[in-house]
């Protein structure tokens, strides 16, 4: 409480000063005003008003925005538009709302600073018996002791016992003692503003220098760009702009796995426990890298992150286990074969797995997939036989009626699905090239380290005034104060009273305890 | 603080420290916490099968809160160690019941998930690890976790002899949460993919003990209005805009409109609600006698205001003993005719308001559903007529009518919006009742100041390690640590808010009550964030 009331005898203060000054300029009013803490919250509140309108009407990033767009009626939408609601958190008042907020971070910090320092610089080493009286901790006894100096002594021992470090002074032929612990705490909450101006210039780092987008890799697929989409309330309505920004390497992708819950169950992201990439990062600079990523484990490449962003929801196999049956006598293998890969037989028959349909039909004389659910999964396999001759069959779960023209044995084998592991058409890769999340990072730690030392220390202190009353009696005055967690202060106090009484302490575990 | 050290002569006397932080006084919260975790490893010794289950356990955590705040509250106007003791042993069960119940689950879920990994040919060396398992997964376990926050506060704070009373207000609070967890269901889901990260708890941990944080620094904030001189009828003006705001917003906007309120119903089987929704007789009408009853009470407050008429006041005071009535009548009915598993029908094409059934006027909307559910687009539901949309609708309907419920669990932050509700208007009732010997029996405004300012700078704290660990993870899975996400955005707004509270104290002509104001709207985010945003407003983090 102490800091409050101090603060409050500050500003007290200051608003006499200001009132003595006859006529303040229009800087110095416009000074004064940025560096209010008052005005401080009232931004703060504005921050908060803004980001409620971003919260309850949609912004235009969000999934979903085109049904909420479409649902409006033409005047909200024009209204919303023009004030910028739509992104209200890139509108230009918010950028200066958070400008004029940091400004007033700084400007406040820098105005109370100077005070808060001479609590480190110069601080209060005597004190008045009325003064003593007047702190919300305060006490008196008589000392029995040789000298003044012993007496003295053992009030510096009660502090020290109690984890206050005292400094003596002597001043119109009476003694003081002052003791202090925690000074640093009064810098506190410099240090958090510090903190948060770290974080804000991180953000801004952000918005200027980040590089996003996204690619989307299936086995085989290489790739040197990604393609950010964005959308854009323009006069037309809703316009959808895709940007494609190159990068300095080409990345390949090597395999993809979906590792599912129930192998039965479909590609869903509720029967999924994780997705995996593989690539090669082919660099004209430093040569090949192979990458692994996976959810929640992004790959990082010299400031650029990969990361499993989502993946097209068409099911596809990673491999394939067919059984082959030999139409001249009937002998029966399995093959497997893995995603766009090749298996040579004894014989010298090739079989390429071209493609996987999940749900098969035939669009337009070629196999297409009705869904992309696996209804009726079909591989399609080029038979090339050992005289080289290649035909093309698909190959299907179930037996197929010998009639059928797609049941026919071709090469002299007919084909059909045993086995094959699920794995979606491509996962889709997220690239983030963002400078400004390392300043973020350090930001974040200095504002969790800044926080805690503000709020879960304090600055205790107190004063004790020793004068000679006679005959080895020696009269001392005690008070103190801490600017936050008074009453386990409260507790520190009454134990040091206590051990300079000479008195047993009731509860000798007590004041231990630092919550 | 002022009474402090005036008599040296007291110094050596035993019971010195007794108003301080010992270690006993970290043994009401520390007991209970121990022995869930023997209650842990008891259900990892005996497993699932004999041994008492997370829903049971979270049931007679209720209990324990409730009993706990009840016993609390009696000891403000009638003093007496026995009801305080037993308040607080009644708190401490709860605590106990509430982590284990936590506990219980994870272990639990974990169970669950093992069994269906071995039946599909998981060996040993793929299992996914333990923390996967944590229960932080929907709404529920949050709230579960988010009540224990609150619990646990409130025991620590305990500690304190003169911070005794907080119970009486944060355990009903506290109670609120666990209702809303028991409406919500404790049914198990797989884990959405995307949230198996150790960041998980530590993301999702931090914010339900900062969020149970600041609910007792509500309380207290509460408090600490009525101790400054906040009169219980401007508390009942401000419940009643409350009450006003969730009677017009439930039952899709229709209960002043048509004088009906309907209730959301279950696919036997899943656990989505349809959008057709089941007219509930007489509850409309109750809920619209309750907020008029209300409305007068406010009314006559209002005036008495600037009348200053004793008269008004007190008839002010009938209005909301009466409102408090109807409202219970109304819970009671609506939870009694959801619980009635008479099966259900279309209502009749005329004076079906006062049946328990479905308006077929409802088709359209359903209509559109299905289509979205199907996979339509936005363009491509647009073009179907509303003759299609009703003929499927009404085919899906009639198709499925033996499996169309209604459940409890159908729409958590409607019912728990009514019983919140409730209990404001309980609580306002309360304080309206001997109100001075109510702000006698309470410690100065000081200490609770003090509880206030203590509990907010440490949720303010709290709520800053929930955005970074929350930052931190979006990079690490989304690619951004910060994209004003609704989410993201909602416990920035409650953290500014805290900011605002810690500031305004240092700020010319915001301090006092006006520094209360910004504890109390800040808490109100934090709620805002944790239902509002998912249920409420589209973005990232739906599921929970």
């Known amino acids: 409480m102490s800091a409050i009331e101090e603060t409050k005898t500050e500003i007290g203060v200051k608003s006499v000063a200001a009132g003595a000054r006859p006529a303040a300029s229009f800087v110095t009013k416009t000074l004064d005003l940025l560096s209010s803490v008052r005005f401080g919250v009232t931004l703060l509140m504005f921050v908060v008003v803004l980001s409620m309108i971003g919260m309850l009407i949609m912004q235009k990033n969000v999934e979903g925005f085109e049904k909420y767009f479409a649902d409006m009626t033409p005047a909200s939408r024009m209204l919303w538009g023009t ?10 008042y918010f950028n200066l709302l958070l400008l004029v907020l940091s400004l007033n971070i700084v400007l406040a910090s820098i105005d109370r600073f100077p005070k808060a320092w001479t609590f480190v610089s110069k601080p209060k080493l005597d004190a008045s ?20 100096e012993s007496a ?112 039965e169950g479909g590609i869903d992201a509720g029967n999924t426990i994780d997705w995996f990439t593989k690539i090669k990062i082919k660099d004209p600079q430093r040569g090949t890298t192979e990458a692994f990523v996976h959810l929640n484990n992004p790959f990082d490449y010299h400031g650029y992150r990969f990361f499993q962003a989502s993946f097209i929801n068409v099911g596809r196999a990673r491999n394939v286990t067919l059984r082959l049956t030999r139409e001249a006598d009937g002998y029966q293998t399995d093959v497997t074969i893995p995603r766009d890969g090749t298996v040579k037989l004894s014989d010298g028959t090739r079989l390429d797995f071209v493609n996987f349909q999940p749900d098969f039909t035939m669009a337009n004389g070629e196999a297409a997939t009705a869904s992309g659910e696996y209804n009726n999964p079909a591989a399609i396999i080029n038979v090339t036989d050992a005289g080289g001759a290649q035909k093309r069959t698909f190959a299907f779960t179930r037996e197929l009626p010998s009639g059928a023209p797609v049941g026919r044995a071709v090469g002299g084998y007919k084909f059909r699905i045993v086995g094959f592991e699920k794995v979606p058409d491509a996962h889709v890769l997220s690239i983030q090239k963002d400078p400004g999340a390392t300043v973020f990072y350090i930001g974040s730690a200095m504002l969790i380290a800044t926080l805690i030392s503000v709020f879960f220390f304090s600055h205790r202190r107190v004063w004790a005034l020793v004068e000679e009353r006679g005959a080895g009696n020696y009269w001392v005055v005690l008070g103190g104060n801490a600017n936050r967690n008074a009453v386990a202060f ?16 009731g509860n000798a575990d007590a004041s231990e305890v630092q919550p | 603080m002022s009474e402090v050290l005036k008599h040296p002569a007291q110094l050596g006397s035993p019971n010195l420290d007794t108003s301080g932080w010992s270690v006993r006084s970290y043994l009401p919260a520390a007991l209970p916490v121990a022995g869930a975790l023997l209650m842990l490893l008891l259900r990892i010794q005996m497993g699932g099968e004999h041994f008492i289950n997370d829903g049971a356990l979270m049931m007679l955590a209720l209990a324990g809160y409730i009993i706990g705040g009840v016993f609390l509250l009696v000891n403000l106007y009638a003093p007496s160690g026995m009801s305080q003791k037993i308040g607080l042993w009644a708190g401490g069960l709860g605590v106990f019941c509430n982590l284990s119940s936590w506990l219980v689950r994870w272990v639990a879920s974990h169970d669950r998930e093992l069994a269906i990994l071995q039946n599909n040919g998981y060996g040993a060396g793929q299992m996914p690890w333990l923390w996967r398992y944590i229960p932080f997964a929907n709404l529920y376990d949050l709230s579960l976790a988010f009540a224990f926050g609150a619990g646990v506060t409130t025991m620590l704070v305990s500690g304190r002899k003169s911070f005794r009373f907080i119970g009486a207000m944060s355990l009903p609070l506290a109670s609120l949460v666990l209702i809303l967890a028991r409406f919500i269901g404790n049914e198990f889901i797989n884990l959405p993919p995307v949230l198996d990260s150790y960041w998980r708890p530590i993301h999702v941990g931090t914010a339900s003990l900062s969020y149970g944080i600041a609910l007792v620094c509500f309380a207290s904030a509460v408090l600490y209005l009525l101790k400054a001189g906040t009169k219980p009828e401007s508390m009942a003006i401000w419940a009643c805009l409350f009450a006003l705001g969730v009677f017009s917003t439930i039952g899709r906007f229709g209960v002043f409109t048509s004088g009906v309120y309907t209730a959301s119903t279950f696919m036997q089987g899943s656990r989505m609600a349809l959008p057709l929704r089941v007219n509930i007789p007489w509850v409309g009408l109750l809920i619209i006698l309750a907020a008029l009853l209300f409305v007068a009470a406010a009314a006559l407050f209002l005036s008495n205001r600037t009348k200053n008429d004793e008269k008004m006041r007190r008839l002010g005071h009938h209005f909301l003993k009466a409102t408090l009535v109807v409202q219970a009548l109304a819970i009671v009915l609506l939870v009694a005719q959801i619980k009635n598993g008479a099966p259900l029908a279309a209502c009749p094409a005329s004076g079906g308001f006062n049946q328990r059934c479905y308006e077929t006027a409802q088709y359209m909307k359903v209509g559109e559903w299905l289509a979205s559910q199907q996979g339509l687009s936005v363009e491509e539901v647009k073009a179907l007529t509303p003759t299609q949309l009703t003929g499927a609708a009404e085919e899906f309907v009639k198709a499925r009518n033996s499996q169309l419920t209604l459940s409890t669990n159908a729409n958590p932050v409607e019912l728990s919006a009514l019983i919140t509700v409730f209990a404001a208007t309980l609580f306002v009732n309360i304080f309206g009742f001997k109100t001075e010997k109510l702000r006698a ?68 002509g915001l301090t006092g009550k006006r520094s209360a104001y910004f504890a109390i709207v800040a808490f109100l985010l934090v709620i805002f964030t944790y239902l509002g945003v998912s249920y409420l407003i589209p973005g990232l983090h739906s599921y929970a």
């Open chain 1, 83 to 92: 004030l910028g609601f739509f992104d209200v958190y890139h509108a230009w």
């Open chain 1, 129 to 148: 018996e009325k003064w003593l009286r007047g702190q919300e901790c305060h006490d008196a006894l008589t000392l029995e002791a040789d000298s003044r």
């Open chain 1, 152 to 263: 003295t002594r053992r009030v510096t021992e009660a502090c020290k016992s109690v984890g206050l470090k005292p400094r003596v002074t002597e001043k119109a032929g009476k003694t003081f003692v002052f003791a202090q612990r925690g000074t640093w705490n009064r810098l506190g909450a410099y240090a958090v503003h510090v903190a948060l101006l770290t974080i804000f210039l991180g953000g801004f780092m952000t918005r200027m220098f980040d590089q996003n987008g996204q690619m989307p890799l299936r086995p085989g697929m290489k790739s040197n760009e990604m393609s950010d989409s964005v959308f854009n309330v323009g006069d037309g309505g809703l316009e959808l702009s895709k940007a494609t920004i190159p990068l300095p390497f080409e990345v390949e992708c090597t395999d993809i796995q979906q590792k599912l819950i129930k192998q």
């Open chain 1, 490 to 505: 409260e507790e520190k106090f009454k134990r040091l009273v206590a051990i300079l009484s000479g008195e047993q302490v």
């Open chain 2, 441 to 508: 029996a309470l410690p100065s405004a000081e200490k609770l100041d003090s509880l206030m300012y203590k509990t907010a700078s440490v949720a303010f704290a709290g709520l800053a390690i929930l955005l970074i660990t929350g930052a931190i993870w979006a990079n690490e899975s989304w690619g951004r640590y910060w994209g004003w996400d609704s989410k993201e955005t909602g416990a920035f707004v409650a953290w500014l808010t805290y900011g605002g509270f810690l500031h305004a104290r240092i700020a010319r």
